[in-house]
């Protein structure tokens, strides 16, 4: 496991922006940028500058249960609380004479918090010029700031559940404390047991609790290997196009921002998402078990014909995309070496890390076949039935049946 260090601090970057922007778009692995971040104001912004800058604003916190078990807590197992800055310090500090607000049903030694996917555009809309503080252009990413970023506050043991995203590559700068990140690649979903249950536009979750795996479940995942890094303060880390993460604070507070790089493949991924939540919508919604199959980041169910509609629209996007320049390659096919390193034309050095790939957690043992003895019968389920239509590789094949459908006759919506 690899736990970046800094090589000095230095007020010229290593790289300027076109050799930053040049190596994002070459790189194949995720890899830790050292020394691009001096003097970004955004650094500054710990949780008690946080508190000073929003007041008595509330903010919403995800809350989960500090306890180890196999299974993965989704965002849908969690609870939720509006809380100020001020509130939630408090509640950190174990204070119990101050006003911890709606944190007082939840103890802290049995609950971690998670401010996640705050949209910085929307958190200081009422001070625009915070946007300021975040310098992507840095990285070759001319006019982007903070408003096209996103902050994440956590306390320890706060994570986010392994799961890939399907747009972008993403670029995260970690502010304050320290978050372990543990990254599997593309070719290892099958090992992963991808789902989109629960369902979130853009995100495949997989079924596996990494650090605690039911390999009696999910056998597969004992020949996955995880690239795992521990990110410091001030660095930045590259996480590559459909890399699997799971990510973890490890210090009493946690800020981090990223920022999702936009690819020239998203077009096509779009056509594959909304035909994932036309799916989705019409079996779970057959079902009749309310919303519960739904990430509390999504708004509600749509009906099947705004879900026809939005197929159209991202296959209409991707016809008119091809007619146009990309604005930055995609990072995958994977490139290997005949033993099975990943291969770059990138060259790391003291200012740029390789996150490296740990041994699998069982590298020769277990066997696949369980055996008949081993199998336990049950009948298959909605979220069965939906784990093998929504695979990432059935949903890809859709995708490239409906592009070569609308190529030979182009599709009128219905």
């Given at each position: 496991m690899l736990q970046a260090m800094d090589t000095g601090a230095t007020h010229v970057p290593p790289f300027s922006p076109e050799e930053a922007q040049r190596i994002v778009g070459q790189l194949q692995q995720p890899a830790v940028f050292l020394n691009m971040t001096h003097g970004w104001p955004v650094l500054g912004w710990t949780a008690e500058n946080l508190r000073e800058r929003l007041e008595d604003r509330t903010i919403r916190f995800r809350l989960g249960r500090k306890e180890e078990t196999?299974?993965?807590?989704?965002?849908?197992?969690?609870?939720?609380?509006?809380?100020?800055?001020?509130?939630?310090?408090?509640?950190l500090k174990d204070e119990a004479r101050e006003d911890v607000g709606s944190f007082y049903d939840y103890p802290r030694s049995q609950f971690w918090?998670?401010?996640?996917?705050?949209?910085?555009?929307?958190m200081f809309a009422h001070q625009p010029d915070m946007f300021e503080d975040v310098k992507w252009d840095a990285f070759g990413f001319e006019g982007r700031?903070?408003?096209?970023?996103?902050?994440?506050?956590?306390?320890?043991?706060?994570?986010?559940?392994?799961?890939?995203?399907?747009?972008?590559?993403?670029?995260?700068?970690?502010?304050?404390?320290?978050?372990?990140?543990?990254?599997?690649?593309?070719?290892?979903t099958s090992k992963l047991y991808p789902s989109r249950i629960p369902y979130e536009e853009s995100s495949v979750f997989s079924r596996v609790n990494i650090l605690r795996p039911d390999l009696g479940r999910f056998p597969a995942?004992?020949?996955?290997?995880?690239?795992?890094?521990?990110?410091?303060?001030?660095?930045?880390?590259?996480?590559?196009?459909?890399?699997?993460h799971y990510v973890e604070s490890l210090d009493a507070v946690t800020i981090s921002v990223n920022s999702w790089i936009e690819l020239d493949d998203d077009h096509v991924a779009r056509v594959g998402e909304a035909v994932t939540r036309t799916v989705v919508c019409a079996v779970k919604s057959a079902q009749g078990d309310g919303e519960c199959w739904l990430n509390p980041t999504e708004e509600g169910v749509t009906s099947h014909?705004?879900?026809?509609?939005?197929?159209?629209?991202?296959?209409?996007?991707?016809?008119?995309?091809?007619?146009?320049?990309?604005?930055?390659?995609?990072?995958?096919?994977?490139?290997?070496?005949?033993?099975?390193?990943i291969r770059s034309d990138v060259r790391f050095g003291p200012c740029l890390l390789p996150v490296p790939r740990l041994p699998p957690p069982l590298q020769d043992g277990g066997d696949d076949d369980m055996g008949?003895?081993?199998?336990?019968?049950?009948?298959?389920?909605?979220?069965?039935?939906l784990e093998c239509l929504l695979h990432p590789d059935v949903v890809a094949m859709v995708t490239r049946l409906l592009l070569d459908k609308q190529r030979r006759t182009p599709i009128t919506p219905r």
């Open positions: 196999n299974v993965p807590q989704f965002e849908t197992q969690c609870a939720y609380v509006e809380a100020s800055m001020g509130q939630f310090l408090s509640w918090a998670y401010a996640d996917y705050k949209y910085i555009a929307r700031n903070g408003k096209e970023s996103t902050l994440w506050m956590g306390t320890e043991g706060a994570n986010t559940p392994c799961h890939l995203d399907s747009y972008g590559c993403n670029l995260v700068l970690q502010v304050q404390g320290r978050k372990r990140w543990h990254m599997f690649p593309p070719e290892d995942f004992q020949h996955a290997g995880a690239h795992v890094v521990t990110l410091l303060p001030g660095q930045v880390l590259f996480v590559p196009r459909h890399w699997w014909n705004d879900n026809m509609r939005y197929i159209n629209l991202a296959l209409r996007a991707c016809a008119q995309q091809e007619k146009t320049k990309p604005t930055l390659r995609s990072n995958n096919p994977t490139k290997r070496d005949s033993d099975g390193r008949p003895d081993t199998i336990e019968e049950s009948p298959v389920g909605t979220d069965d039935l």
